[in-house]
């Protein structure tokens, strides 16, 4: 068994293989396959409900799939049990045993699978979280951030082929939270483990994770590098969950070798073809807010600028770094500008006319079919998915019966 | 999908087909169900015992069945001593609860909200008759009636009962009155409330529940006790003494008529309020 | 609920406690009438454990004195109904424990996703609190009498010798005691496993620790409190009950404990001295016992 080999020398291979998982009443991954490479930082990340924890769960054992099968390593351990598991968790409550000291609790996983010398470990692990000071304290006497590294600590000092970490940043302030994150990424750097980060923070995925998958009603929407993700998101829900989007709905009016032109209305919009998902029929394209640039007068287009307007600035927000307009450009609707504040003061107020442009080359086309997906799918979290799918499944008997 | 987009694209693998999973159910996974049934049942097995043998047709004594019959519990005071000695009962109970709830609400108040001197003596006062087995407070206060030439009877019973509810009724409602947030009391202060309408308005109002439980504990404890009240009772008889009194020459099956229909409303009082708190929390959204 | 009395409780963050004239007033009535009807009956009793008979006198009179050989001869005359009255206790404390232990970790743990179901299984536990103490006692009587059909029964499958009873043996006695203080014992660790954070648990496993592991070094530690009041309310009142080891109900003459010595002592042969050495000698081994127990269990801090 992987349990009783003793210390992982590096991390391990995760793969999902057709994982479905139902509970009663509602569904929280419809349908998972997701190989996760040895070595690597990998985040899911997604709003709650949309099935990340539960995947994590899955992964350590503590919940059985209803199909599919996890391998780490290669190696079938859906039917081990979670001590059996070459995994640990660093959990979001910690969970760190109140009746014992911070070192037994760093020694209890050591101790368990009979591991020689586990106070000198136990010490080590402490150590590598700067924490070696507190080791006779209870975890009760700790300050959140302290409690957050004994937890890490009691995980990592196991080497587990597979660290998990379910959202274990999110009960610490900003700072504190910004800090550990450097830490966490230079901390699994250093020890070659493989991370699985389970987060809801779109800046904390980005800023650790290698690789991120957005997650959304108990699916990858999309999977990638965090630069990619952002630069070229494929579907509404990512283009909304990480960072902003401005979307525009409209049918594909001409193509060229290497672009589309979308009508929105009334004005041409190019996107370049390797940046658009679908190439005909209605489609739906974006731009990034920090990405448009805001004109008093009419910009001169050419080939490489996209333009739109005139509309008006009905909102006008400086927040230190930027400053953000909202703009209404009939026919089109809201628009979101960022701009930096190189000078002093806003380029527009509120009630001016004002017209926005970007490069083509920053637009980007998703895959969803405009018309089965709203302009942005609402937020569902566990409860109302649970609802929603009792609902549908309460009409679906009466239909049967009538 | 695009094969130009495949360069700048993360692909998502290709859709596999995952094997149904279905643990093999464990040793465990019944056996603790099976064990707690048997346990019940155990449990329950003189609760049952006794309210079949209220319907047996018993002469004298009531221990082996003799028949089916209602008679008895149409006709509980045809035996005039069980029917006396449950109305002591009640009386004694009801009189020591009023007592020791008042005073045990007091006390519990002050325990929580305020400082004075003492504190660890009277704590330890409070705790030490919890502590104590009852045949020793039984013989202490029967000394002292005693010593002091205090003839027994009802008075001596209901004295005893209010002290030993006193303690119970204490830690039940000061773990209400710890749980009450302070700044309640100062917001009705802060409202133009006086002291007494703060504590009749708002204090009362949320030391209810507790209060009412305490009393409830208090009833239940005075009703059932044997031993203190048989030290003190002189030639008076409540439920439980006239039980002990008649277990030697055979108990009439009125007795278990009364201890059934005591039962019955206990549970049926739990029940009730269970029912009610759960239905109030369901309108509340809370589960 | 009474049944955490002895539990530690983490005491909750309280605003500053007010000093005040009405902390007095509140407090006057009760501490006057506990010291009226509980301090003064104990020094009662041990000033009655040291009276000695009235020279001449009428059966039952005594007269206030210094005679501390009341103690020693209660002590030499009472010596197995003492010893015999903590081991029934020991050991129906233990039955309790083991019997209610599981009890309490099923409703508190396995059934927190069904709230209903949890407070029925409650109010099966404490049932037989409403029925009479004495009756559920006699009716065990009569479920065990020889002529029974459970005691028969067993003879007949040769589990029991032809000529052995149950009632009147020291294991009716324990059985009775056992029986009659479980939901002591089950609500106080019932209190304790409910607050139990199950992600402890699941933190266990997933740091190698098998079921059985898990629950002898995360679940029964962090249930200690209960257990501790548990125990208490158990061997306290098991300690000094006479009714289970008296000859009416389920104990015969050779299972006498220190309780039926006072009874006995203090309503039929008045011997009013002996009954108090006696009752003082018990309360002063309980206090010795509780002491040393809660020391040792690290839960201090009572009520």
């Known amino acids: 068994m992987a349990a009783a080999s003793g210390f992982a020398e590096s991390g391990a291979d995760l793969d999902l293989v057709g994982i479905q998982k139902r509970f009663p009443g509602f569904t929280a991954i419809e349908h998972l396959d997701l190989t996760i490479p040895a070595g690597s930082f990998f985040a899911l990340l997604g709003p709650s409900g949309c099935g990340k924890t539960t995947t994590l769960r899955l992964v350590a054992g503590l919940e059985d799939p209803t199909t599919g099968q996890v391998l780490i390593g290669g190696k079938d351990v859906t039917k081990l049990r979670p001590f059996e598991r070459p995994v640990n968790t660093v959990f979001q409550s910690y969970a760190l045993f109140p009746h014992m000291t911070v070192l037994e609790n760093v020694a209890f996983g050591l101790r368990r699978r009979k591991i020689a010398d586990p106070i000198d470990k136990a010490h080590e692990a402490l150590r590598l979280v700067e924490l070696d000071h507190l080791a006779t304290r209870k975890p009760q006497q700790l300050s959140g951030g302290q409690q957050q590294r004994v937890a890490l600590a009691r995980a990592l000092v196991n080497r587990p082929a597979l660290l998990l970490l379910d959202e274990p940043l999110g009960a610490l302030d900003l700072k504190l939270r910004r800090q550990m994150q450097i830490e966490l990424k230079s901390i699994q750097e250093s020890v070659g483990l493989t991370f699985l980060h389970v987060t809801h923070d779109q800046e904390e995925a980005m800023t650790m994770a290698d690789t991120v998958a957005v997650m959304n009603k108990g699916r990858i929407e999309q999977m990638g590098a965090p630069e990619v993700l952002y630069e070229l998101p494929r579907t509404a829900f990512v283009a909304n969950f990480l960072g902003q989007s401005n979307l525009f709905t409209g049918p594909v009016a001409g193509t060229t070798a290497d672009a589309i032109s979308v009508d929105v209305a009334g004005v041409k919009v190019v996107v370049p073809k390797s940046r658009a998902a679908r190439h005909t029929g209605t489609v739906t394209i974006g731009v990034r807010p920090e990405k448009l640039a805001l004109h008093t007068e009419k910009p001169a287009t050419d080939a490489s600028t996209n333009a739109l307007g005139p509309g008006r600035v009905i909102d006008v927000s400086f927040t230190g770094v930027s400053t953000q307009y909202l703009v209404d450009i009939p026919g089109v609707g809201n628009v979101t500008v960022f701009t930096q504040n190189m000078g002093f003061g806003p380029t527009a107020h509120e009630g001016a006319e004002v017209w926005v442009s970007w490069h083509v080359e920053h637009g980007f086309g998703l895959e969803d079919d405009p018309d089965a997906e709203p302009r942005f799918s609402p937020d569902a979290d566990t409860q109302m998915l649970a609802v929603q799918t009792k609902n549908e499944l309460q009409s679906e008997l009466e239909a049967e019966e009538a | 999908m695009s094969a130009t987009s495949a360069a700048t694209r993360t692909e998502l693998p290709a859709a596999r087909e995952g094997k149904p999973f279905k643990r093999r159910i464990g040793l465990g996974t019944w056996l603790l169900p099976a064990y707690v049934t048997i346990a019940f049942v155990f449990l329950l097995i003189p609760i049952v015992y006794t309210f079949i043998f209220s319907f047996n047709d018993s002469l004298k004594s009531n221990i082996v069945w003799r028949g089916f019959t209602f008679d008895n519990w149409l006709g509980i005071c045809n035996q005039v001593e069980v029917c006396i000695a449950f109305g002591n009962s009640l009386l004694v109970g009801g009189t020591a609860t009023l007592i020791a709830t008042t005073l045990g609400t007091m006390i519990a108040i002050a325990l929580v909200r305020y400082r004075f001197r003492f504190r660890s003596g009277i704590s330890l006062l409070l705790f030490l008759p919890m502590a104590t087995p009852e045949v020793v407070l039984a013989a202490g206060l029967a000394a002292e009636f005693l010593t002091a030439g205090v003839q027994k009877g009802l008075i001596t019973i209901i004295l005893a009962h209010t002290m030993f509810c006193l303690s119970f009724v204490v830690v039940t409602v000061k773990a209400r009155v710890t749980t009450l947030d302070p700044a309640l009391e100062e917001a009705g202060r802060d409202l133009y409330g006086s002291p007494t309408q703060v504590f009749w308005r708002v204090t009362f109002p949320l030391l209810l529940p507790g209060i009412v439980a305490a009393a409830m504990l208090s009833f239940a404890l005075s009703f059932d006790d044997f031993i203190i009240t048989y030290f003190n009772a002189g030639i008076v008889q409540t439920f439980p003494t006239y039980v002990y009194i008649s277990a030697a020459r055979g108990i009439p099956a009125q007795a278990n008529v009364i201890a059934s229909a005591v039962f019955i409303f206990a549970i049926a009082i739990v029940l009730i309020a269970q029912i009610t708190n759960a239905s109030r929390r369901k309108r509340l959204g809370l589960n | ?303």
């Not at chain 3, 009716?172 to 496993?193: C, E, H, S």
Request: net charge positive; aromatic share 14%.
């Open chain 3, 1 to 303: 609920m009474a049944f955490t009395a002895f539990s530690t409780g983490t005491a909750k963050e309280q605003a500053p406690r007010r000093k005040s004239k009405i902390a007095l007033l509140l407090l006057l009535p009760g501490i006057l009438y506990l010291l009226l009807f509980f301090l003064v009956p104990l020094v009662a009793l041990i000033a009655t454990s040291l009276q000695e008979p009235v020279p001449f006198g009428d059966f039952g009179q005594y007269q206030t004195a210094f005679r501390w050989q009341n103690y020693v001869e209660v002590i030499t005359t009472y010596g197995d109904q003492i010893i015999r009255s903590f081991t029934y206790a020991l050991l129906a404390t233990i039955f309790a424990l083991l019997f209610s232990y599981p009890i309490a970790y099923f409703i508190g743990v396995k059934c927190r996703q069904w709230p209903l179901l949890q407070n029925l299984l409650l109010v099966l536990v404490i049932a037989p609190f409403f029925i009479s103490f004495l009756l559920r006692t006699l009716a065990w009587k009569s479920i065990l009498a020889d002529e029974s059909f459970i005691v028969t029964g067993l003879k007949a499958l040769s589990l029991m010798a032809p000529d052995a009873h149950f009632t009147g043996t020291p294991a009716a006695v324990v059985f009775g005691l056992t029986y009659n203080f479980i939901p002591f014992m089950t609500l106080p660790i019932y209190a304790a496993l409910e607050r139990l954070d199950t992600r402890l648990l699941e933190a266990g496993r997933d740091l190698y620790a098998k079921p059985a592991t898990s629950f002898f070094k995360i679940t029964v530690p962090l249930s200690m409190a209960g257990i501790v009041s548990g125990v208490l309310l158990t061997f306290i009142p098991a300690a000094g009950d006479y009714i289970n080891a008296s000859s009416r109900f389920l104990g015969g003459s050779s299972t006498s404990m220190i309780g039926n010595v006072i009874e006995s002592n203090f309503l039929v042969s008045l011997n009013y001295p002996a009954a108090a050495a006696l009752s003082i000698i018990l309360m002063s081994i309980i206090l010795v016992l509780v002491t040393a127990y809660v020391k040792r269990s690290g839960t201090e801090d009572l009520l």
